[in-house]
């Protein structure tokens, strides 16, 4: 046992663009015009569209919605101030709470800014703002503007989806035969498969095409010298402890929730991943979290998931089509569910939920194991902040631990804990853009019995 770490460290700075030539620069510079650029032109491209279902109704709210999102970018492009949300959501006071707290933060000298502010923010704060738009100008409120990319991804990721089922359907064929130790390889095996589906993410790509084109099974083994942290032991040491009735006060049923991140490939790895959880009875209910708006180019909506799996069920292969009336049937029965609380898209650090969110984090706590998907959750998991790389994950945490949980991420910004001495220069030293190109990923996990271990 490591010896306790009794370090108390101090909170670091906020990633944020005000550090000229940063990641968080770079991105508020460059690639957050484009995305708002590709965003006005896909309203555009659509103009026909609302003027045949809605008439003139639909021309108005196309030019007043473009109008409002070009006004944003000029901002953005500016460094105006961040401004209050003008709509009635049921997020809008709160995120203008947050902005008055990030004003408080900041001190009275300099207004809340996209180049001056916490990255995190403002780079949430303009996904919130594209929703505003489009509430503001009904008829097309409900248009999806990120539809187009998402559906893309899972089209072209066709094979990799046929090949991931096909290997479902040799697990599930004889899964009541499989021992221990075979289980826990097709776990390890489907984790992982899980863990680089979220490379597969538009955001960081600001739009272009990056669906899953090569074996997702096969690439696993020449992928590990990419994982810098796998905590994966411990992972199956949470769902098995679990399993064991008597151990604790809980009935048997166990249940892991999935903090999703992006559609197409991505949310198809990770329902593949539930259905073994499901099927090799390592866990008896799966929620899934997921985006209550159209959020980061490719995240998860209601409406993406339900149509993932209506796309799988009509696949035309048998072993896809199969997998999708299983995952229907899931869900009809209560086994999987789909959840999609306010907090996950505001731009809170994950240490405030428990605060500001009371409600999520309580029903997190009814989780053995929760699953947090990608880079934003990380970002939000360790605060965004500038941590050393070897700070230990449960202090990044500061406190938020609701259940034992596991981040799977592909490194897509510059923060990063957990690593061993020398390990962060190394990896800079052989690849510079190691934290952001989304070529390496970690399965790091926490749980309140681990917080000797930083
Ligand atoms: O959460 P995801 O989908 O893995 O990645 C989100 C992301 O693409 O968006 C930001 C860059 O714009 C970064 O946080 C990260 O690169
Ligand atoms: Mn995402």
């Not at 503007?145 to 090949?163: I, P, Y």
């Not at 359907?169 to 826990?184: A, D, H, T, W």
């Not at 032991?233 to 991140?261: C, F, H, Y």
């Not at 996950?344 to 409600?359: G, L, S, Y």
Request: aromatic share 10%; glycine share 6%.
């Amino acid at each position: 046992m490591m010896a306790a770490d009794r370090t108390v460290h101090a909170v670091p700075p906020s990633l944020s663009a005000k550090v000229v030539g940063s990641f968080a620069y770079l991105t508020v510079r460059d690639r957050l015009p484009t995305i708002l650029t590709k965003v006005i032109d896909t309203i555009h491209r659509n103009k026909n569209k609302f003027f045949e279902e809605y008439g003139e109704e639909g021309i108005r709210a196309e030019k007043q919605t473009i109008g409002l999102l070009s006004k944003m970018r000029n901002e953005l492009q500016t460094d105006k101030p961040v401004l209050e949300l003008a709509d009635e959501l049921q997020d809008t006071a709160s995120w203008n709470q947050y902005l008055q707290r990030q004003q408080d933060l900041q001190g009275d000298q300099d207004s809340v800014s996209w180049f001056k502010s916490p990255w995190l923010y403002v780079e949430c704060y303009m996904y919130r703002r594209v929703q505003e738009a489009l509430w503001l100008n009904p008829p097309i409120s409900d248009y999806d503007v990120f539809n187009e990319g998402k559906t893309q991804s899972f089209f072209e990721s066709q094979q990799a989806m046929m090949t991931l089922c096909t290997y479902s359907e040799g697990v599930n064929k004889n899964i009541e035969e499989l021992s221990r130790n075979q289980l826990l390889e097709h776990f390890n095996k489907l984790l992982q498969v899980s863990l680089w589906g979220n490379k597969c993410d538009l955001s960081i790509s600001a739009g272009q095409d990056n669906s899953q084109k090569t074996s997702p099974i096969d690439s696993l083994n020449s992928l590990q010298p990419f994982i810098l942290v796998n905590d994966s032991n411990m992972v199956w040491a949470a769902l098995t402890a679990a399993q064991r009735p008597g151990q604790t006060e809980k009935t048997s049923a166990v249940r892991v929730d999935i903090v999703l991140d992006n559609s197409g490939f991505e949310l198809f790895t990770d329902l593949v991943l539930a259905d073994f959880l499901v099927s090799s009875r390592l866990a008896h209910e799966v929620h899934f979290h997921g985006k209550c708006f159209p959020w980061f180019v490719s995240d998860v909506t209601a409406n993406d998931f339900q149509w993932t799996i209506r796309q799988t069920m009509a696949a035309n292969h048998k072993w896809m089509s199969k997998s999708g009336v299983q995952w229907k049937s899931h869900l009809k029965e209560g086994v999987w569910s789909y959840h999609d609380h306010p907090f996950w898209t505001q731009p809170h650090e994950f240490c405030d939920m428990e605060a500001d969110a009371p409600d999520l984090y309580a029903t997190l706590q009814g989780a053995d194991l929760v699953l947090f998907k990608g880079d934003l959750n990380y970002r939000k998991l360790t605060g965004d902040r500038e941590w050393a790389h070897t700070v230990g994950f449960n202090t990044a945490l500061r406190g938020f631990g609701p259940a034992p949980l596991c981040s799977l991420r592909t490194l897509k910004a510059n923060v990063q804990v957990g690593l061993q001495p020398g390990q962060g220069e190394a990896l800079g030293s052989q690849d510079p853009d190691w934290m952001t190109s989304g070529k390496y990923a970690v399965i790091q996990f926490s749980s309140a019995e681990s917080e000797q271990k930083d």
